[in-house]
């Protein structure tokens, strides 16, 4: 895993809904080297922990990666409070990322909630073969459609409440259907038991399938062992891997739920 630290202007900041911030880092380096599903590890000033953030966002030629996060605490609201021309301590890009298919002719991203930013580099990859199925608990987390459908990707958007979107409900119910009808691959981020859910259809209708797990980190790059997760290998065999190094993205049958 090649990865560099170093702190980084903010060129871009935006609210895209409650307590959910989209902010673009001038980093030449490190977007020159970001691939789908990785992340940056990130030290907010005053202190001592980095958080992991998704990448929802890569562009080498203007040297820029694209971050999208939620406030769920003390760390990310400080992140939070930083402005264009403040700069970010960053290591990066941390992780193994998503398995790209040049020849795969339809392939669903399923986000949960603050899952859905990781989606959107492969939607920049795999263009009008994409189908994001989105899911969120109202509308008032709803985020990012604009930027998968600008992508060339068929958007599917479902809320638990019903308050917006194209269904209300889960999104293993469209992709559910979609699965019926052959799909080439399926990449999921989000919340645990929206993962195992996604896994179990994929596995059971033979369907090639990646998750990128969330997991609290501290060192980001497999030296502290805190983000262990139980997996099996290929014959079955159970062992323990580190979402920060070995992933946060696993083939779905990987995973011990």
Request: hydrophobic share 40%.
């Amino acid at each position: 895993m090649s990865y560099t630290q170093g702190v980084f202007p903010i060129i871009e900041k935006r609210a895209l809904a409650e307590d959910t911030f989209s902010m673009t880092l001038h980093c030449p380096a490190m977007a020159a080297a970001a691939q789908p599903g990785q992340f940056l590890h990130i030290l907010p000033a005053g202190y001592g922990l980095r958080r992991p953030i998704s990448i929802a966002g890569i562009d080498p030629d203007k040297g820029t990666l694209r971050i999208v996060f939620a406030v769920r605490g003390k760390g990310t609201d400080a992140l939070a409070g930083m402005n264009v021309g403040d700069f970010m301590d960053v290591l990066g890009p941390v992780g193994h990322g998503f398995t790209l298919l040049p020849e795969a002719q339809h392939v669903v991203l399923v986000g949960g909630g603050i899952g859905v930013p990781p989606m959107l580099p492969l939607a920049a990859y795999y263009g009008a073969r994409a189908t994001a199925v989105s899911g969120f608990r109202s509308f008032r987390q709803v985020i990012l459609q604009d930027d998968l459908a600008a992508c060339g990707a068929q958007t599917i958007v479902c809320t638990e409440d019903g308050s917006a979107g194209d269904s209300k409900g889960f999104v293993t119910g469209p992709l559910e259907a979609m699965l019926s009808e052959g799909v080439d691959a399926v990449y999921a981020c989000g919340p645990g038991p929206m993962l195992r859910a996604v896994a179990d259809l994929c596995i059971r209708t033979g369907t090639y399938c990646e998750v990128s797990l969330e997991e609290r980190m501290a060192c980001g790059v497999g030296a502290c062992l805190g983000c262990a997760c139980r997996t099996k290998d290929e014959n079955g065999n159970e062992q323990y891997l580190h979402v920060c190094k070995n992933g946060p993205v696993f083939k779905a049958e990987e995973v011990i739920w």
